[in-house]
């Protein structure tokens, strides 16, 4: 098992950036995808952006694609999601999750993963 604790969260007007960090500990990050995903009061838990083990390869949803980032640190032990030119539809409670894999393939589904962090708040206002 590996335990994953969000960080980076907070208030933030629309049009700006937020960093959010994943630090991981028990089993070697090296070993897991890794995927954030969001929850907004009253709706699913959304798929938002996943990384493969390599640190290569990074799956966006479409709702994010060409404001948010992904990346990974394994010798850190994090993965962040850079989060730009936020919007107030981007409110959301953001978890990290983490599966094992194979070296080249991510996640997209949440019942895919079976690590999860306890999430960090995000609130853009407008």
């Known amino acids: 098992q590996v335990q994953l604790v969000e960080s980076g969260g907070g208030l933030a007007q629309a049009g700006g950036s937020l960093r959010l960090s994943c630090a991981a500990s028990g089993r070697p990050f090296s070993l897991y995808t890794v995927g954030w995903f969001r929850q907004a009061p009253g709706k699913e838990r959304e798929f938002v952006a996943a990384?493969?083990?390599?640190?290569?390869?990074?799956h966006l949803a479409d709702s994010v694609k060409g404001r948010f980032s992904i990346s990974r640190d394994d010798a850190k032990n994090t993965a962040n999601l850079q989060m730009n030119s936020l919007k107030p539809e981007d409110t959301a409670n953001y978890f990290c999750?983490?599966?094992?894999?194979?070296?080249?393939?991510?996640?997209?589904?949440?019942?895919?993963?079976?690590?999860w962090g306890q999430g960090t708040q995000v609130t853009v206002s407008s």
């Open positions: 990384i493969d083990r390599s640190g290569y390869t990074t």
């Open positions: 999750a983490a599966a094992l894999s194979t070296w080249t393939h991510y996640y997209t589904r949440a019942s895919e993963f079976d690590n």
